[in-house]
């Protein structure tokens, strides 16, 4: 345990903020009573795997709890392998361990930064594939009861970069351990953009796993080199009678079907067409290649990503009528805020 300790190594968007005190915990027996003891203690508590879903917007007067955990137990039953995996487990790296033990499923989300307890949360989703498709259940400390809890998938309320534990379990659920669920027939998904080359090959799940990670490095800024959160905003989504008003004065609009009734707009479309590409506050800035990634060009400071993200907002509502909101977690100096 130390005291005000940097939480720039911490973050993948490489703010330089503190926390008070910083535990990593290296067993789940750790993880549980770590947590209890300060739940119990009244101090401000925030868990962190990779931070890259995490945007620091002031120093945080609490403890950041690194969850680093290990461990993960293979099973077979009729037709499926089950895998449970601690919540420390690098996401990128389970996915590697799998193809190698001969186990698909989870290929389409390579790359994707970030520890498995997180996965869930947002219910992490890229290429065709969301965890909610190969998610068996997710297991988590109530910290008011101190009791362990195991959701089975259906229970976790998933929907597009949200779920329960963002929902009604927020801030009483640390995650421990999570399911997956991956049939032994592999059935690829390759629906979406550069995998539809692969349809009507004799494709492996290597051959999907190396197409995503090229993909990705090719769009997407390495957060080691170029600082970065992923996505800053969520697609919107919005209804299809709003989509066709829209589409009518913007011709080239990009909206993808989202259920009946629903369509997801490209928030990147949208800030890229706001002409927003390449703009800067201070040190952070708009991705050029990428307009929904806001990037660590200069030693940006958190004023400088929320006074950019706030004027994104503003250009995209007045231009669109459509209000963007942002994916990753904005914390304060005690606990989550709203842009
Ligand atoms: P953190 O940032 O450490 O934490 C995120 C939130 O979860 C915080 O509120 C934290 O308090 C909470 N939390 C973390 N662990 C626990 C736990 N065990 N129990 C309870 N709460 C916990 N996301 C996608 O969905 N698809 C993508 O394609 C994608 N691409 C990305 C690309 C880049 C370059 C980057 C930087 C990010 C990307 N993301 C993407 C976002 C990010 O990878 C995911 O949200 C990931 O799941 C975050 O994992 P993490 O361990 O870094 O979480
Ligand atoms: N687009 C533009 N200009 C831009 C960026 C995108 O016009 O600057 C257009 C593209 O041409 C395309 C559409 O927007 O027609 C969608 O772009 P892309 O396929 O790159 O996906 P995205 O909507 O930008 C989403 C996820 C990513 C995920 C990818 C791949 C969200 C918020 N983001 O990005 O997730 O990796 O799809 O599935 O849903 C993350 O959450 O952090 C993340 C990176």
């Known amino acids: 345990m130390t005291h005000s300790v940097s939480l720039k190594p911490h973050n993948t968007f490489g703010l330089d903020?503190?926390?008070?005190?910083?535990?990593?915990?290296k067993t789940t027996g750790e993880l549980i009573s770590c947590c209890l003891a300060l739940y119990q203690a009244k101090e401000p508590m925030l868990l962190l795997g990779s931070g890259s879903n995490v945007?620091?917007?002031d120093d945080f007067e609490g403890t950041v709890v690194l969850v680093q955990t290990r461990g993960i137990e293979?099973?077979?039953?009729?037709?499926?392998?089950l895998l449970s995996v601690a919540?420390?487990?690098?996401?990128?790296?389970?996915?590697?361990?799998?193809?190698e033990q001969g186990i698909a499923g989870l290929e389409n989300l390579a790359l994707v930064p970030g520890k498995v307890g997180a996965a869930p949360i947002q219910n992490i989703g890229a290429y065709g594939v969301e965890l909610n498709d190969i998610c068996d259940w997710v297991e988590y400390l109530d910290l008011s009861s101190g009791r362990l809890i195991r959701l089975n998938a259906p229970d976790c309320q998933f929907a597009y970069r949200d779920?329960?534990?963002?929902?009604?379990?927020?801030?009483?659920?640390?995650?421990?351990?999570v399911g997956f669920k991956l049939a032994k027939a592999w059935q690829p998904k390759l629906d979406y953009g550069p995998l539809k080359a692969l349809k009507n090959t004799n494709v492996t799940p290597k051959n999907v796993f190396d197409c995503i990670c090229q993909t990705r490095m090719a769009k997407l800024p390495d957060p080691?080199?170029?600082g970065n959160a992923g996505s800053f905003f969520k697609n919107p989504v919005i209804t299809n009678e709003q989509f066709s008003v829209l589409v009518d004065k913007f011709p080239s609009m990009v909206g993808y079907p989202q259920g009946m009734i629903h369509t997801k707009l490209a928030a990147g479309w949208l800030i890229e067409a706001a002409g927003l590409k390449g703009v800067q506050i201070g040190g952070a800035a708009?991705?050029?290649?990428?307009?929904?990634?806001?990037?660590?060009?200069?030693?940006?400071t958190s004023d400088d990503i929320l006074a950019l993200a706030k004027h994104i907002v503003d250009c995209v509502e007045?231009?669109?009528g459509v209000k963007l909101e942002a994916e990753p977690r904005l914390i304060a100096a005690t606990g989550e805020r709203s842009l």
């Open 17 to 25: 903020h503190t926390c008070r005190e910083l535990i990593a915990v």
């Open 55 to 57: 945007i620091f917007c």
């Open 74 to 81: 293979v099973a077979t039953i009729e037709g499926y392998h």
């Open 87 to 99: 919540a420390g487990e690098d996401w990128h790296e389970l996915i590697c361990f799998c193809l």
């Open 163 to 177: 779920s329960i534990f963002k929902q009604q379990l927020l801030g009483s659920a640390v995650i421990t351990q």
């Open 224 to 226: 080691k080199t170029m």
């Open 286 to 300: 708009v991705h050029k290649n990428q307009a929904l990634v806001l990037i660590n060009k200069d030693d940006a």
């Open 318 to 320: 007045s231009l669109f």
